[in-house]
C-alpha cells in the first residue's frame, strides 16, 4: 500500500474547469472520501489519480512516484466504477481472474484460482464463480466487481460511487461491510461518493469539493460539527443545517445575535473563538445563523427568556425521530425531536438554540467565523 | 365502463385487421422474391425439356407437372468439365469478396473502433465523409479507378494483379460501409469496460482486443457477411477490372449468354452456385444482428 499525494491539480475541459488546484493527501492505508455534489469535481479527480483522465496541471503521486505520464496499467491501482462495468463476456471466475491473468509472469494458474477463490470467500460470492455478470442480481455484480479489485492487492484502491446504485438497505449493509474490508486489507482508499452518510459512516477523512475547489479536508467528525463554510455545513448532516438570517450587535463586552424572532446572547467562550480566528466587530452587522435540526431544545412554553416562538407547519415521524418543520417569523426551520413529541400542525411551540452547537458564516463569503 | 370495452374490442379489431393485412403483405413478398430462385434452383437439377415445360396461365396441373421430373447433376457436370471449367471462376470470386471483406473489417473495425471513442477533433465530419463516399453510385467511381489502376500497371493481363484491382475497387466500396455499420456497435459499448480494463493492466490495444472486440463479435461477423455479400455479387467492377484473367463468377454466368446462344441449364447451376452460399450467410447474419451486445455488464 502506499499513500496519494494531489499537488496543486487543475483539471480542465476546454474552458471548464472541473478540478481548481487541488491540493490533499491520502496517507498510507488511510480510507479518504471525495464528497460533494454532482460535478464538482470528484470523480474527475480519481479518474486522474487512475490515470483515465490527464492532468492539466500539478502532479499527483503515488508512494514517492510522480505518475502523471504513467499508464493507468503500470499505476498499480485498481478502481470499482459505478456502474461496475463487469466483462459481460466473461464468468465472475474469469473477471476476478483477469487482472491477474494479465500479470502472468507473476502469478501461476494455480496462484491465480487459489487468490480467486479467497477473495471470492471473503466477499460470499464463492458460489457464483461460474455464472455470467447477466445472471447476477445489483449486489451480486458490485461484489465481483470489488472482488476483481481486490484479487491482486494494489497499492491504491480507487471507488466511484461503488454502492450508490443499490437499494437502501443493502447500501447500508456494504457500507459496513466495505469498511470492514478496507480495514482488514488495510488498504489504502480512495472513494467517491455524493452521499454525506456514506462518508461520515466510512471515512477516515473527509474532502469535500464543490465546483471544483476543496472546501474542507478533515476527519468526519471535524466536518460535521466544525464546518469551515456555509456550503459544508449545509451539505454534511441530514436534513441539512438551518441558516437563518440575523444581526450581531456588538455593544462593548456584550454580543448579542438579533432576529425579528429572537435575541441570543453569545456566550464568553464563543466570542473568545470568534475574536482569536482574527475577527474583529463592532457596531452592527449582517451574520447568517446555523444550527442543526437536532440542536435545538423544543417546549411547548416558553422556558427562558431566549426561548423564541414558533409555528408548526408538518410533522415527519421516522421511527425513533420526527422531524418538525417550522415556521420562525417567515423562516422555515427543521428540527428533530423525540418521537414522542407530538405536535399537531399550526401549534406554536418554543425554541431554544444549544448555544454550543451552533454556527455564525459570513454572509459575504460564506466563510465560518469559528 | 362499457364505452371502454367498446373501445377495446375496436382496438381489437383493428389489431386483427392490421395483423392480417401485416401476414397477407409478407405471403406477397415472400411468393414475388422467392419464387425466381425456387425455380432456378429446381430447375437447375432437370433436364432442359422438362425445365422448359412452363404451365400455360391458369393451368393448376401444369404446377403439378413442375414437380414431377427426374433429378440430373448434369449442368453442374458441364459446368467443370468439358469446354468450359468455372473452378477459377468461383476461386477469383472468393478470393476477391473474401480478401476485401476480411481487408475492409479488420480497417472498418479500427476506424470505426476510433471514430465511436470520438477523441476526434471533427469526428462527425469524418463520418459523414466516409460513409458519404459509399453514397457515389459506382460508375462515378469508375473512371477515375480505372485511370489509377492502369497507371499503376494493375490492368495488364495477368489473375492476380486483375484479382488485385478487384480486391481494391470491394474494398473502396466495402470499407466505408463497414466503418459506419461498425461505429454504432463500438458506440454501444460502455467505455467504462475498457477503462476498467485499462486499471487492470491492458494497454490500450490489449483493452480493444480482449474486452472490445469479443463484444463487438456480433456488428464484425454481420459487417462482415454484409461486405462479402456486397463483393460476391459485384458485376460491374469484376466486368472491367476483373476482365478475362481474373473473370469472377456473376461475369462468367452472365458469358453463358450469347448472341449466338443460351446455355441455359450451367445459367441455372451456375446462378444457384452464386445464391445458395449468399442465402445461407444472409440467414446467418439475422442472428448476430439481434444478438444484443452488453450483455448486462453494465447497470442498466
Known amino acids: ?370 | 365502463m362499457a364505452k371502454t370495452e367498446l373501445i377495446s374490442r375496436a382496438e381489437k379489431r383493428k389489431k386483427k385487421i392490421w395483423g392480417t393485412v401485416t401476414f397477407i403483405a409478407i405471403i406477397v413478398f415472400l411468393i414475388w422474391t422467392l419464387t425466381p430462385l425456387f425455380i432456378m434452383v429446381v430447375s437447375s437439377f432437370k433436364d432442359l425439356r422438362e425445365a422448359f415445360q412452363i404451365p400455360q396461365l391458369g393451368d393448376w396441373k401444369g404446377v403439378v407437372q413442375f414437380f414431377q421430373f427426374s433429378p440430373t447433376g448434369r449442368h453442374y457436370k458441364e459446368l467443370f468439365s468439358g469446354g468450359t471449367d468455372f473452378t477459377p471462376y468461383i476461386v477469383n470470386s472468393v478470393v476477391a469478396s473474401l480478401s476485401a471483406s476480411i481487408i475492409a473489417v479488420i480497417l472498418g473495425s479500427l476506424a470505426a473502433y476510433g471514430l465511436a471513442r470520438g477523441r476526434i477533433p471533427g469526428e462527425q465530419h469524418i463520418s459523414f465523409w466516409i460513409i458519404s463516399c459509399r453514397m457515389a453510385p459506382v460508375v462515378a467511381v469508375m473512371v477515375p479507378l480505372y485511370s489509377i489502376f492502369s497507371a499503376i500497371g494493375l490492368l495488364e493481363a495477368s489473375r492476380w494483379r486483375n484479382l488485385l484491382c478487384l480486391i481494391l475497387a470491394y474494398t473502396t466500396f466495402s470499407l466505408p460501409f463497414a466503418v459506419w455499420f461498425l461505429r454504432s456497435f463500438f458506440e454501444d459499448i460502455p467505455t467504462e469496460l475498457e477503462e476498467a480494463a485499462r486499471v487492470d493492466g491492458c494497454s490500450d490495444f490489449k483493452a480493444f482486443w480482449d474486452i472490445i472486440l469479443p463484444l463487438a463479435k456480433p456488428g464484425i461477423v454481420a459487417a462482415f457477411i454484409l461486405c462479402l455479400i456486397l463483393s460476391w455479387n459485384d458485376f460491374i467492377f469484376a466486368s472491367i477490372f476483373g476482365q478475362q484473367a481474373a473473370k469472377t463468377l456473376p461475369v462468367a454466368t452472365a458469358e453463358l449468354h450469347s448472341t449466338v446462344d443460351i446455355q441455359w441449364g450451367k445459367i441455372l447451376a451456375s446462378g444457384t452456385i452464386l445464391c445458395v452460399p449468399m442465402l445461407t450467410l444472409g440467414l446467418l447474419i439475422k442472428k448476430y444482428l439481434v444478438q444484443g451486445l452488453t450483455m448486462g455488464a453494465v447497470r442498466q
Open chain 1, 1 to 370: 500500500m502506499a499513500k496519494v499525494t494531489i499537488d496543486r491539480v487543475w483539471k480542465r475541459y476546454g474552458k471548464v474547469e472541473a478540478v481548481k488546484n487541488l491540493t490533499l493527501e491520502c496517507m498510507d492505508k488511510e480510507f479518504l472520501c471525495l464528497l460533494g455534489p454532482s460535478g464538482c469535481g470528484k470523480s474527475s479527480t480519481l479518474r486522474m489519480v487512475a490515470g483515465l483522465e490527464a492532468i492539466s496541471e500539478g502532479t499527483i503521486s503515488i508512494g514517492d512516484r510522480v505518475v502523471n505520464e504513467v499508464e493507468p496499467k503500470d499505476r498499480d491501482v485498481a478502481m470499482v466504477f459505478e456502474s461496475y462495468a463487469l466483462y459481460p463476456h466473461k464468468t465472475v471466475f474469469e473477471n476476478m481472474a483477469y487482472p491477474l491473468r494479465l500479470r502472468s509472469h507473476k502469478y501461476s494458474s494455480a496462484q491465480i484460482k487459489e487468490r480467486v477463490k479467497h477473495a471470492a470467500e471473503t466477499l460470499e460470492i464463492d458460489n457464483l464463480l461460474d455464472r455470467m455478470p447477466r445472471q447476477l442480481s445489483g449486489g451480486q455484480r458490485q461484489r465481483v466487481a470489488i472482488g476483481r479489485a481486490i484479487v491482486r492487492e494494489p497499492q491504491v484502491f480507487l471507488m466511484d460511487e461503488p454502492i450508490s446504485h443499490l437499494d437502501a438497505k443493502l447500501r447500508t449493509h456494504m457500507r459496513g461491510e466495505l469498511k470492514h474490508l478496507q480495514k482488514v486489507l488495510n488498504a489504502t482508499m480512495i472513494y467517491v461518493t455524493h452521499d454525506q452518510l456514506e462518508a461520515i459512516s466510512m471515512a477516515d477523512r473527509i474532502a469535500i469539493m464543490n465546483l471544483g475547489v476543496l472546501q474542507q479536508f478533515a476527519i468526519p467528525d471535524e466536518i460535521f460539527n466544525r464546518p469551515v463554510n456555509q456550503f459544508v455545513a449545509g451539505f454534511v448532516g441530514d436534513p441539512p443545517m438551518n441558516f437563518i438570517n440575523c444581526r450581531l450587535d456588538v455593544d462593548s463586552d456584550r454580543w448579542n445575535l438579533v432576529h425579528e424572532a429572537f435575541k441570543i446572547s453569545i456566550p464568553p467562550d464563543l466570542k473568545g473563538k470568534i475574536e482569536s480566528n482574527g475577527s474583529r466587530f463592532t457596531g452592527s452587522l449582517g451574520v447568517i445563523l446555523g444550527v442543526r435540526p437536532e440542536s435545538f431544545t423544543v417546549s411547548g412554553t416558553k422556558t427562558s427568556e431566549e426561548s423564541f416562538p414558533a409555528e408548526v407547519y408538518v410533522t415527519e415521524p421516522q421511527g425513533e425521530d420526527r422531524i418538525v418543520d417550522v415556521t420562525v417569523h417567515g423562516n422555515k426551520v427543521k428540527l428533530k425531536t423525540s418521537i414522542d413529541f407530538e405536535p399537531r400542525m399550526g401549534d406554536r411551540i418554543w425554541l431554544e438554540v444549544t448555544k454550543k452547537k451552533m454556527h455564525l458564516f459570513d454572509p459575504e463569503t460564506s466563510k465560518a467565523f469559528f
